[in-house]
Structure formats: C-alpha cells, structure tokens
C-alpha cells in the first residue's frame, strides 16, 4: 500500500485532542474522515506525538496508507476540500518509502509555549496564551530551565496516566525568553512524556 507523510496544521482549541476520543471530536478522527471521504476506505493516521485538548500545530508530521498511488498535490487538496470548515490543514503531502513512520522516524519534536504575564487577560490570542496576571521573572525562569537540560529522570514531571516504559528522556533545548508581552518557552527534545511540557512550564 503507497504511504504518504502529511504535514497538517490546527488550532485544538474545539478538539479533545490529537487522538481519537469518545467524549468529543479529535484532530486524528477529522483528518481520517477527509482521507476517507476522497479514498472511498477506512485509514489510519499515526502522528509523531499526540497533542493533548487545546494544544495546536503547526507542523505535525504523520503518515497514511492508502489503496493505490495518488498524486501527492490530490491528497493534500482533497482532503483540504473536506477539512474547510474545521481549523486543521494539510499543509503538505508526499509519498515516502514504506519503512518511514511518523513516530519513529521523528529525530526531534519542538514544543513553543506562550505565556503573558499582564493584568489584562488577552483578546486576540485567548486560545494560544497562558494569561498569568502577575509579571514574572523570565531571567530567573531560564536560570532554573536550565537544569533540567540533558538526561534525566522525569518523573517528577509526567502525567499519572503516562504510558511511557521509561521516565529517562534527554531535552536538547529549553529556554525561557520575553518577547514583548510575552515570555515565550522553546522546549526541544527526541521524544517528551505525556504532559510533560506543560509541568516543566508550570
């Protein structure tokens, strides 16, 4: 069956999160359902990392396995065409050998988290801001991040429910910056555990 890795973007904001869920609609199953719509079967989509509820994406990387050979620019369109009136995008769609895998062929996963620390709770970006209505030290914020850079154990950090093997995970980068009203966390690893990102930024 001919793989195809697709780029696809989205604002989670109206998802219960990447994953196909019961209690609401996911990016997984919308994505699945425009694929299927154009390829006349069933699919299914496998991602380099599940986002949680609210989480968006601007380069999520995932494949597909189709029953024939479409043209790459066809699989990105059509699909678009039944993702209209949802915040998600197939920016991009390639064929790729059958041995590449969304998951394990990820070399890095990056992870921006936005925070504004003003009185006044945002407006404009509501959905993609952490509003902390107290100034906070950025400065003193990096300093402890980067503790945390290298090998470690991160229990301390993971989710109750995590379904990793193992709490050992490496992080490449993790700065902490302001950036006119905001203060901006770039988080960058192999692989993260989950809720992971959002605990080392709480």
Avoid at 48 to 54: F, H, L, P, Q, S
Avoid at 66 to 95: F, G, H, M, Q, T
Avoid at 103 to 125: M, V
Avoid at 175 to 196: N, W
Wanted: overall charge neutral; aromatic content about 8%.
């Amino acid at each position: 069956m001919p793989r195809y890795k697709l780029v696809i973007e989205y604002d989670g904001t109206p998802f219960s999160g990447w994953q196909r869920q019961l209690n609401g609609p996911s990016v997984q199953q919308s994505v699945e359902e425009a694929v299927e719509a154009f390829c006349g079967h069933a699919v299914r989509l496998h991602c380099a990392g599940r986002t949680d509820a609210g989480v968006h994406a601007t380069h999520q990387v995932a494949h597909v396995d189709l029953d024939k050979e479409w043209r790459s620019d066809v699989v990105r369109d059509a699909s678009n065409a039944r993702l209209k009136r949802l915040p998600v995008a197939v920016v991009s769609a390639e064929a790729v050998p059958d041995d590449f895998d969304a998951r394990i062929s990820a070399k890095r996963r990056y992870y921006i988290y936005r925070i504004i620390d003003r009185r006044a709770q945002p407006a404009l970006d509501r959905d993609r801001l952490w509003h902390v209505p107290l100034k906070l030290d950025h400065e003193a914020m990096d300093r402890s991040a980067k503790a945390l850079l290298g090998h470690h154990d991160f229990t301390t950090f993971r989710a109750a429910e995590c379904q990793a093997n193992s709490p050992m995970r490496t992080l490449d980068r993790l700065d902490v910056r302001r950036e006119g009203d905001e203060i901006v966390v770039y988080v960058h690893a192999r692989s993260f555990l989950h809720h992971q990102v959002r605990s080392i930024v709480g």
